[in-house]
């Protein structure tokens, strides 16, 4: 936006809005934006903390594998678990 563009609107917005109103819808702004940047600080100083913290320990976001053991006697499909009669026939 140029010069004379921003001009012109404050020019119009004090047409509309009159010098005391504008006065406060200046403030406001002012106090929206200020809490947006703030809000925005915030946020990077979180997503950098957090950042941080999983690169210092990486092996312990990393789930542990399941022994040679969990992995046989864990059935992982309906085909692969024990029938009926070999189970009759363990138990026996």
């Not at 006065?23 to 940047?37: N, Q």
């Not at 312990?60 to 009926?84: A, L, Y």
């Amino acid at each position: 936006m140029g010069s004379l563009e921003i001009l012109a609107i404050l020019i119009i917005a004090l047409i509309v809005l009159g010098p005391d109103r504008m006065i406060k819808s200046a403030r406001r702004i002012g106090e929206g934006l200020r809490e947006l940047k703030r809000a925005m600080w915030k946020a990077e100083q979180y997503l950098e903390e957090d950042s941080f913290s999983s690169l210092s320990n990486p092996i312990s976001n990393v789930r542990e594998t399941p022994s040679s053991s969990e992995i046989k006697d864990t059935p992982t499909s309906v085909d692969d678990s024990p029938s009926d009669e070999t189970q009759k026939h363990t138990s026996d």
